[in-house]
């Protein structure tokens, strides 16, 4: 598999549904924000509806940090709206608001490496930032779905790190002290967290 971070993010133009409406999108439309761009298996399945609500659960959150979600999978732009279509309760999406970008023929997901031998797309996740270049990926196999909550995490120690010049030790979260490039920053912070 290759590793994308530091890179370029792949470009490409695509199909897309939002809120029902199609509209067909580059990926550089969005240059100058930070862009999640997470790739799911297929419509119309059993884990996908639960990360795509998920996403949907923070959307507000980031947004305010100034990032689009966009979310990716095999599956025509028609499908995309039949699924947003269709209520929670019978294992729809109704209610998602981010962009669905239709990949048949898996041409995207493939520029991403997380197109698997059967023709569909793992649960890829790329964290771009404003300048078009990944900084962070995690992909799962099919039956794992992945943490949201990780993927905003990960948004915000991006900013930290770009807005401070400070580095994110393991499992910083918002708020919590970060270190500088320095021994003795990372000694300091060491000795505040065995203490």
């Given at each position: 598999?290759?590793?994308?971070?530091?890179?370029?993010?792949?470009?490409f133009?695509?199909?897309t549904?939002f809120?029902?409406?199609?509209?067909?999108?580059?990926?550089?439309?969005?240059?100058?924000?930070?862009?999640i761009?997470?790739?799911y298996?297929?419509?119309?399945?059993?884990?996908?509806?639960?990360?795509?609500?998920?996403?949907?659960?923070?959307?507000?959150?980031?947004?305010?940090?100034?990032?689009?979600?966009?979310?990716?999978?095999?599956?025509?732009?028609?499908?995309?709206?039949?699924?947003?279509?269709?209520?929670?309760?019978k294992?729809?999406?109704?209610?998602?608001?981010?962009?669905?970008?239709?990949?048949?023929?898996?041409?995207?997901?493939k520029?991403?490496?997380?197109?698997?031998?059967?023709?569909?797309?793992?649960?890829?996740?790329f964290?771009?930032?404003?300048?078009?270049?990944?900084?962070?990926?995690?992909?799962?196999?099919l039956?794992l779905?992945?943490?949201?909550?990780?993927?905003?995490?990960?948004?915000?120690?991006?900013?930290?790190?770009?807005?401070?010049?400070?580095?994110?030790?393991?499992?910083?979260?918002?708020?919590?002290?970060?270190?500088?490039?320095?021994?003795?920053?990372?000694?300091?912070?060491?000795?505040?967290?065995?203490?």
């Open positions: 598999m290759s590793v994308l971070v530091g890179k370029k993010a792949p470009l133009e695509a199909m549904v809120a029902g409406e199609f509209k067909k999108i580059r990926l550089e439309d969005y240059r100058g924000q930070y862009v761009l997470f790739f298996p297929l419509d119309f399945t059993f884990v996908c509806p639960t990360e795509l609500h998920a996403f949907q659960e923070k959307l507000d959150a980031f947004t305010r940090l100034g990032a689009t979600v966009l979310a990716c999978s095999v599956d025509s732009h028609f499908t995309h709206k039949a699924w947003l279509e269709t209520p929670k309760i294992g729809g999406i109704e209610g998602i608001k981010y962009g669905l970008i239709s990949d048949i023929g898996g041409k995207i997901a520029e991403y490496d997380v197109l698997n031998e059967d023709g569909i797309a793992y649960r890829g996740l964290l771009i930032d404003k300048e078009g270049t990944v900084r962070h990926q995690v992909v799962n196999d039956s779905g992945r943490s949201v909550i990780e993927a905003l995490r990960m948004l915000e120690a991006l900013q930290h790190c770009e807005q401070n010049g400070e580095v994110c030790p393991a499992d910083w979260n918002k708020n919590q002290e970060a270190i500088t490039t320095t021994q003795d920053s990372v000694g300091r912070y060491l000795s505040k967290k065995s203490a």
